[in-house]
Structure formats: structure tokens, C-alpha cells
């Protein structure tokens, strides 16, 4: 996807044309990339997802369960990829924050899995029906402890269903849960889209072992971090524990075991980067001024650089798709050659944040902060564009 | 002594590092002894069982056994053990809790697995104490008993766990004791064999917290009170509620059919692919 100069109109013939919400999409995305079990608890702005993939699940010989809690949702989830079925679960901030226990389970047992935030308005119940940015953090360090994690952030329909099939495959590939995390506009937002046929849909599986099952290690190192993974019921019989444990999967306090299990699960994302960080960049390659915006505010920051090119300010936006890790390279680049980077949110910062980390005094980092349940819209962000280029 | 080697040799796991972490004495040993008979008698192939834990002493007992186990979080291994069984339901899934992660911290997973009827078997071993945290008041732990959070007694009352599973509308509830071996592993083999939400309350021991907090004595003694306050579900009937009072019934309180979740969720199948049910007509 990185490259990609304008993708928000799909310009493919091939594919279905469908007139579909974000929320929709990532259901519609799950089921291309092969989810075949659903857990969660209803909450807004996330709850198409359920309804959608209630109706469809069962058509598909999948499951649907609508559990107690978005505890349980996570819970079932993991216990349902560990028999080799593609999970996910889709909540809100209230439910992620339920969720995260669990999420670190599946962080330490290595168990791949979807788990889909859609941002509304906090802390607390917050503003269930208003978009926000507040979880970016929380997304990234939410459960306890030191651990890696993946999390994308789409702003186009089209991307809700692509980036939810990403979060598949980069689950599977890295046996950890990917967190796709929108914001209640990209979430209930309606757009034309082209949804492609499953033949152009491209569906990773995780890697299951071939050895006899006398023979497998279940978490033993390999040359790209991630172990094969065993399926229960198919022969592989291993312990799958949240405490931290030794290659056989067996709880261990051993320093010379516990080090290299923490360090693995880094590594086996962190070697991984050119895989893993995906971004569209619009104009930056002359760009003066650079907007640095991701979910629905990229749109509108998409908006405001066109607007600015018009009055011939050269300007500039990078959206990261991925958000963590972070896109620590691009910035570099981009911060190396832009004057101004303006990171527009709808939060009081959390990506300008990382921003400014990577940034280390280049070019000088505005930011722009709506806390108040609304879009930052193009005119706020092409005003901070042309007080940059003043 | 034969028997119990065969048995060994062949479920209990050979890479894994013994002693085991539990104190001398302790019913949790017994409580594995009676599962590996009971899934033993059953016939069950160990690649079909996953046995599935939470948190606390209990929880430690999967890892030394050879089946797929799974040491969940506290409180949820009902909630992953419903998508195991749900994604496959080809596995047998046995669930082994504690008091504190069963009616505690998965108090609310207990009573909608029971009422879902997702076919698991909930073995839940009821020492009325956390243990493994070093002996602090449980759901279960009885009203004016010390533990190391209340030394001023316990002004709560406790959870009586399978009259708690009845209610919630699990179609097969068993309890029994760690003194009552036997009847342990036929409540375990009945459990397994139902199909449906089964569960099994197994009364036990901590003679290192609860006990010596409450001046019980030996892990023996305590195992003879056990024994002593054990009326059977025949004989209780007779009994009046006075009678009853700190004894401990034992025995299958309630074996019933109904119809299993898998089953009721085939239908919800069908009519999403456009069959019309002889009951929706």
C-alpha cells in the first residue's frame, strides 16, 4: 500500500460495488481473510460489527456469540484461535479497557487474534457516540508489561476492509493480536466502495508444525522469531500459559528463560518493521509543510494540503497506517526534508507525541488538538498549514 | 499400585519438571488423582481433552498432565474454554477452577455458561480461602471463620456453589469431597459423560492458611471433618434445615436433559441459510 499516491477512489473494474459503512467493511473484511468465530458485547459506535457478522457467521458455518462481557468476548476469542479458527472481537473504549488483560494473554501465549477499537469520546463512558483519538496509547501499552504489539488505523471505507484483512494476516504471521483501531466516523461513515473478489483478497495462514509431535518445541526460537503453532486436537499436545514460560511452554523463573522469551516476542515484530509499518504518503516529496494525520483526520487533512496546493504552498500529508510501531523511519525521512510538520488529533496528543521523539528538533512540530467530540476539519488544519509556511 | 503406574505412565507429563507446586497434604493432588480416573475410565483420547484452568493453586494442574491444557487468566477459563469447545466441538473440555476464580472473579462466566449450556465440564475445588496468595477471604470461605484479611472474623456469607450452578441451570451439579475419593471420580466420570454444562464441587482443605489460622488442625484432621459432615443428597432429604446446618451434602444434585448450545446454535445455522425450522412454522 505504501506508495500509493490516491487511493481513496477505487479506481479497480474488478470487484463488487457496494455502498458500505466502516463498521460493515471490517466485517466484511474479516470474513475475506477467513474469520470464521466472533465474540462481543454490544457498545457504540462498534456494534455493526456484531450485528453484521451475526448475520453472516452462521451462513458460513462460523460462530457468532454475543458473551457477558467484553472479558468473556476476549477470552473466547483466544480459546477459539487456539483450535486453529480465525477470532476477533470489536469493541469501544469502555470494552477495550475490559479487554486488556486477555489481550495480554494472547500477547504472551502467542495467540493470533483481531481485536477491533472503535474510538469514541473518554475517559470513562465519555462520549459514546462522538469520535475521538484518546486510545492510541492505550492501544500500545494498554495490558501490563514490557510487550510489542501491532496496531493499524484505517480512514477510508475501502481501508476498513483492507486494513482488517492486514490485521488477519499479521496476526497469523506474527502469532499476536493486531488491534484495528477507527474512530466513530470511519466507523459509521457510509462510501461507495469496490469490495474485491476473494481471489485478489491475499489470506495468510499461520505456520502449523510438520515435525512429529514427539519433536515440536511449541515455543522454541526460529529465524523469524515466530514458532510454528500448534493446533489443539490435531496431535500437538503442549501447555499454553500466560505465565512466562520456557520453550516447551512450561512455567519457568529461570533469568537465562525468561530473557530470551520477553526479547523473542520483541524481536519477532521488531525484524519485521518493512513487513509490518505501512503508510500512504500525498505530495511530500517537495512538501514545505507536512500534515502527519491517521483515521478520519486524514481526510480532512488530505483536504487541507490539496486546498493549500491550490494557493501553491507546498504542502504535504503522510498517513501512517500503522500506528505501532511506530513509523519511526518515514518521519525521519519526512522530518529531514520538510520546514513544518503539523500533527492535527482528535486527542491532546499522542501521536504528535512520537512524533516530536523521531522528529529530535528537524523540522518544528505543530500540533492541533480537538477534544470535543468533533472532526478536526480541513479549514483548522489549513490554517496551521499556512501559519506554517508564514 | 499396578493401576495407579499404568495411569501415571500414561497421563502424567514426563518433560515436565516434578514435585509439583502444591503443600503436603494438600486435596488438590487427590482432586488429580480422581480427574485422570475419570477421564481414564471414560476412554477419552488425549489429544481430544483440553483441560483448561484460571488462577490459584487450582490452576497449576494442568501442566502436569499430558492433554492440550490451557492456564487461562483469573476467573475467565470458562470464557476461552466456551470458544475451545465452541470452535471444536469435537474436544472434551474440562475446566478446573478454585473457589475464588469460579464464584469470585468468574462468578458472572459461571452462571452464563450454566445458563448457555455450552457443553463443558466445571470441576471447581472449594478450600474456602485464596491460597495461593496466602490465605485471604474467599466467596466461599464460611461467616466468622479468620483469614488473613479478616482477623476480625469474616462478616460475610458464603456462596454455596453447587446450589449456585443449580439455579444458574446447569443440567448436571455434583458435589463431593477430597475424603470421598471414590465418589469423586464417579461425580467427575458423570460430569463428562453429560452432555451439557456439568459441574462438579469438590469440598477441600487448606490446612496451611485456613486451617492453621482457625486452629483446624492437620490437612488429616480437617479431612476427617470431611468425612464426619458429609450427608448424603438420600439422606439430607430427610433432614430438616437445622439438622443440615454445616454439613456438607453430597452426591449428584441434579442431572437433567436439555438441549446442548451446538445444538441449539445448528438451528441459528440453518435458518441463516435459509431453512425454515419445523418450530418456526
Known amino acids: 500500500m505504501t506508495g500509493r499516491q490516491d487511493s481513496d477512489t477505487v479506481r479497480e473494474s474488478k470487484g463488487r460495488e457496494v455502498l458500505l ?105 465519555g462520549l459514546p457516540t462522538s469520535p475521538s483519538q484518546g486510545d492510541v496509547m492505550q492501544a500500545r501499552w494498554g495490558t501490563h508489561g514490557d510487550h510489542s504489539t501491532i496496531v493499524l488505523s484505517p480512514a477510508t471505507v475501502r481501508e476498513c476492509f483492507d486494513i482488517t484483512v492486514m490485521a488477519f494476516n499479521f496476526s497469523e504471521k506474527y502469532r499476536t493480536p493486531v488491534i484495528v483501531l477507527m474512530d466513530e466516523i470511519v466507523g459509521h461513515m457510509r462510501e461507495k466502495i469496490l ?91 517537495d512538501a514545505q509543510v507536512v500534515v502527519i494525520a491517521y483515521g478520519s483526520v486524514a481526510r480532512s487533512a488530505k483536504r487541507a494540503v490539496k486546498e493549500a496546493r491550490a494557493r501553491e504552498i507546498r504542502a504535504g500529508l503522510f498517513q501512517p497506517i500503522t500506528l505501532w510501531p511506530f513509523m519511526r523511519k518515514t518521519v525521519e525521512r519526512i522530518a529531514t526534508r520538510a520546514k513544518t510538520l503539523i500533527v492535527p488529533e482528535m486527542s491532546m496528543g499522542q501521536i504528535s507525541r512520537e512524533v516530536k521523539r523521531v522528529n529530535e528538533g528537524r523540522a518544528s512540530v505543530v500540533t492541533l488538538n480537538r477534544v470535543d467530540g468533533n472532526l478536526v476539519t480541513p479549514d483548522e488544519i489549513l490554517e496551521k498549514i499556512l501559519e506554517g509556511t508564514r | 499400585m499396578k493401576e495407579s503406574t499404568r495411569l501415571i505412565h500414561k497421563y502424567l507429563r514426563h518433560d515436565k519438571k516434578f514435585p509439583h507446586v502444591w503443600c503436603p497434604g494438600c486435596g488438590i493432588g487427590i482432586l488429580l488423582g480422581a480427574l485422570i480416573r475419570a477421564i481414564d475410565r471414560v476412554g477419552l483420547e488425549k489429544d481430544e481433552v483440553v483441560l483448561i484452568s484460571g488462577i490459584g493453586c487450582s490452576s497449576r494442574l494442568p501442566v502436569y498432565v499430558d492433554f492440550n491444557t490451557l492456564h487461562t487468566t483469573h476467573g475467565r477459563a470458562l470464557t476461552f474454554a466456551s470458544g475451545v469447545k465452541l470452535a471444536n466441538p469435537s474436544l472434551n473440555v474440562i475446566v478446573v477452577m478454585g473457589d475464588g476464580d469460579a464464584v469470585a472473579i468468574g462468578g458472572n462466566h459461571l452462571i452464563h455458561a450454566a445458563r448457555r449450556n455450552i457443553d463443558l465440564t466445571a470441576v471447581i475445588i472449594n478450600n474456602a480461602v485464596y491460597g495461593m496468595t496466602g490465605g485471604q477471604t474467599s466467596p466461599t470461605t464460611p461467616y466468622g471463620m479468620k483469614t488473613t484479611t479478616a482477623v476480625y472474623r469474616n462478616v460475610e456469607h458464603a456462596f454455596r456453589i453447587s446450589e449456585l450452578a443449580v439455579t444458574a441451570g446447569a443440567v448436571f451439579v455434583g458435589r463431593g469431597t477430597v475424603y470421598h475419593a471414590r465418589l469423586l471420580d464417579q461425580l467427575i ?67 437433567k436433559e436439555q438441549p446442548v448450545y451446538r445444538e441449539q446454535y445448528e438451528k441459528v445455522r440453518a435458518r441463516a441459510k435459509g431453512m425454515v425450522l419445523a418450530e418456526d412454522l
Open chain 1, 21 to 125: 459503512q466502516g463498521n460493515e467493511a471490517v466485517a466484511e473484511g474479516s470474513l475475506a481473510a477467513g474469520c470464521r468465530f466472533f465474540a462481543g458485547y454490544p457498545i457504540t459506535p462498534a456494534t455493526e460489527i456484531s450485528e453484521v457478522l451475526s448475520v453472516k457467521l452462521p451462513q458460513l458455518d462460523g460462530t457468532f456469540i454475543q458473551m457477558e462481557d467484553e472479558i468473556a468476548s476476549m477470552g473466547a476469542i483466544i480459546g477459539a484461535s487456539l483450535t486453529g479458527v480465525k477470532s476477533m472481537t470489536a469493541t469501544s473504549g469502555p470494552g477495550f479497557s475490559l479487554m486488556q488483560e486477555n489481550i495480554g494473554f494472547a500477547c504472551m501465549a502467542e495467540v493470533p487474534c483481531v481485536v477491533v477499537n472503535v474510538m469514541r469520546g473518554g475517559p470513562s463512558t
Open chain 2, 189 to 255: 466420570e458423570k460430569a463428562i459423560l453429560k452432555e451439557g454444562f456439568g459441574v462438579v464441587e469438590v469440598i477441600s482443605h487448606c490446612h496451611t492458611q485456613y486451617g492453621k489460622l482457625n486452629r483446624l488442625g492437620s490437612a488429616v484432621d480437617m479431612m476427617r471433618s470431611q468425612k464426619e459432615n458429609a450427608v448424603s443428597v438420600e439422606k439430607a432429604k430427610k433432614l430438616d434445615a437445622q439438622a443440615l446446618e454445616g454439613k456438607i451434602i453430597t452426591g449428584v444434585l441434579v442431572d
Open chain 1, 195 to 285: 469490495l474485491p473478489p476473494p481471489e485478489d483478497v491475499t489470506v495468510v495462514d499461520r505456520l502449523q508444525p510438520t515435525v512429529p509431535p514427539e519433536w515440536y518445541i511449541p515455543y522454541e526460537d526460529t529465524p523469524t522469531g515466530v514458532p510454528p503453532m500448534g493446533v489443539f486436537g490435531s496431535g500437538y499436545r503442549y501447555h499454553v500459559t500466560g505465565l512466562t514460560h520456557d520453550v516447551r511452554g512450561f512455567p519457568t523463573q529461570r533469568p537465562d528463560e525468561v530473557d530470551p522469551l520477553i526479547r523473542r516476542l520483541f524481536r519477532k515484530i521488531t525484524q519485521h518493521f518493512d513487513d509490518i509499518q505501512v503508510g500512504k504518503e500525498f505530495l511530500t516529496e
